[in-house]
């Protein structure tokens, strides 16, 4: 298990506090990153990572770039259910108000899920709920469709089976390959996510306010 806390980015007391799970490359945790530094999340930012895989490209970004991280392999905590309940303790001593899957390759239990039921989301390559599970863009070639494309959603029990929050298309043409339509499919992703995500901590600031 590998845990890194410093170097965390700096907030103010009214910011959303963001915790992104990531699996692979992590190209749309460092866009989402990105986009916080900016500013470009209505008052969201991206505090921290949270990966199954400790050494994939997303964790050693966020090592990089000094981004908070807790990390482990389900078998290195003897499964599922001891991974989540130990990501739940990091991710409430973060304070995290919502949480991106972007990328991580597990469907969440409820030990994960139920704190953070309605906010938590998951952004997937396809127009689901065509292409559902893993390697969404593949199923896409094979298929012969002429379009596929991106979705954002809330996280339930299932497998990319959320309420959907926002769909964009990107077609598939006869000459793609799979690096082509993925690469296509990450620039629509790069630019919906965090669309989605700053309506989202618009949202959540508003209900908070509300609460008050």
Partial sequence: MTTSTASAPARSDDRVRIAVLASGTGSNFRNLVECSRAGGL?????????????????????DDQGIASWRATHKSLGGRDAWEAQAVGYL??????????????????AALLLPWEGRMI??????????????????????GVSETGVTVHFVDSGMDTGPILAQRSVPVF????????????HEVEHA????????????????VNESI
């Fill in 122 to 143: 998951n952004i997937h390559p396809s127009l689901l709920p065509a292409f559902p599970g893993l390697h969404a863009p593949a199923q896409a070639l094979a298929a």
């Fill in 192 to 207: 919906l996510l965090p669309s989605v995500v700053g309506q989202l901590c618009a949202r959540y600031q508003h209900s």
């Fill in 42 to 62: 209505a008052g969201g930012e991206v505090v921290c990572l949270v990966s199954d895989r400790p050494d994939c490209g997303a964790a050693r970004w966020a």
């Fill in 92 to 109: 409430r001593e973060q304070r995290i108000d919502l949480i991106v899957l972007a990328g991580y390759m597990r469907v969440v239990g």
């Fill in 174 to 185: 006869p000459s793609d390959s799979l690096t082509t339509l993925t690469a296509r499919i």
